[in-house]
């Protein structure tokens, strides 16, 4: 697995989408919320449910733009450009294939590794503005 690889399969198709589809469904029908949610959860959804078509989507904008900021920042924090300092220690982030090889996800010193947070922002623009 490479840099382009992760981030497509799993920080975009299994984290961001994901949470972007439930969140969109609940908008729709929170009743799902009354089984798996909190109560505070199922109140806000409940009332939100009830808003026009162009409130959802104002909504759903924020959310999809909430989410991009936690995942992007969460990203640069992995790939050493947003400043984060445990002791001097650094965060290593690898794939290890059933064979037993790995490789790193993250540039390591002198290393040429395409940042997370960079193959991150290849689609943003298009996800921003319809959740595609």
């Not at 999809?64 to 995942?71: A, D, G, K, P, V």
């Amino acid at each position: 697995m490479d840099c382009e690889t992760f981030v497509k399969l799993v920080i975009k198709e299994q984290i961001r989408d994901k949470a972007y589809g439930y969140t969109k469904e609940y908008l729709s029908d929170p009743e799902q919320l009354r089984v798996f949610g909190s109560p505070a959860e199922y109140k806000a959804f409940a009332k939100l449910s009830k808003y026009s078509k162009e409130e959802k989507e104002a909504i759903l904008t924020i959310v999809r733009s909430s989410l991009h900021t936690c995942i992007f920042s969460f990203l640069a924090i992995l790939d050493g450009v947003r400043e984060f300092d445990l002791d001097g220690g650094k965060l290593v982030l690898s794939y290890r294939s059933e064979d037993g090889s790995h490789r790193n996800l993250l540039a390591e010193d002198g290393e040429d590794v395409d940042f997370l947070h960079d193959e991150y922002m290849i689609d943003y623009p298009d996800w921003l503005s319809n959740g595609e």
